[in-house]
């Protein structure tokens, strides 16, 4: 069960199906965020969006970010802020009126994009998004096989420019 405030209305039943890559240990904390674009909110964007959107009645996040000490705060946000500008210069992504993340439907122009990103910059937003642990939603997911892609890109650009 989630450690949030959810109470299930009318009878409702609250599930939570999923599947892990390591063996768990008792006291380990796994962490399902619910929607993508909290993955690259920064502490206060997460609770104002917690406040103005009711969140299923959630009021007060209770999650590990959501506690963390202001020092320790300010790290991640700089770290998801990084994240969302990445998914910009990256990923050539243009946000919705009402989403802080770019629509991850949109797909690449042409083969050629991936020759003028670096793939380091790929391999950041992944390394990024593990530091802050949120490596489970499809950008992360996406990011190594674009640096490979870029990678690959770049270096037959090099190649062929010898």
């Known amino acids: 069960m989630p450690n949030t405030a959810i109470t299930p209305t009318a009878g409702l039943k609250l599930q939570l199906q999923g599947y892990v890559k390591k063996d768990l240990?008792?006291?380990?904390?796994?962490?399902?965020?619910?929607?993508?674009?909290?993955?690259?909110?920064?502490?206060?964007?997460r609770a104002a969006d917690m406040k103005t959107t009711g969140n299923q009645g959630i009021e007060v996040c209770r999650c590990s970010h959501c506690k963390l000490q202001p020092e320790n705060r300010l790290v991640s946000d700089m770290r998801r802020k990084l994240m969302r500008h990445l998914i910009y210069a990256c990923f050539d992504r243009v946000g919705g009126d009402?989403?802080?993340?770019?629509?991850?439907?949109?797909?690449f122009r042409a083969q050629s994009l991936y020759a003028r990103k670096s793939?380091?910059?790929f391999l950041l937003f992944a390394q990024l998004a593990e530091a802050e642990g949120v490596a489970t939603g499809r950008m992360p997911r996406m990011s190594y096989t674009q640096a490979a892609l870029a990678m690959l890109c770049w270096t037959r650009e090099k190649k062929m420019g010898e």
């Open 119 to 121: 793939p380091f910059d």
């Open 98 to 107: 009402d989403s802080i993340l770019p629509p991850v439907s949109a797909k």
């Open 25 to 45: 240990t008792a006291g380990d904390e796994l962490t399902v965020s619910y929607d993508e674009n909290d993955n690259y909110m920064t502490w206060t964007e």
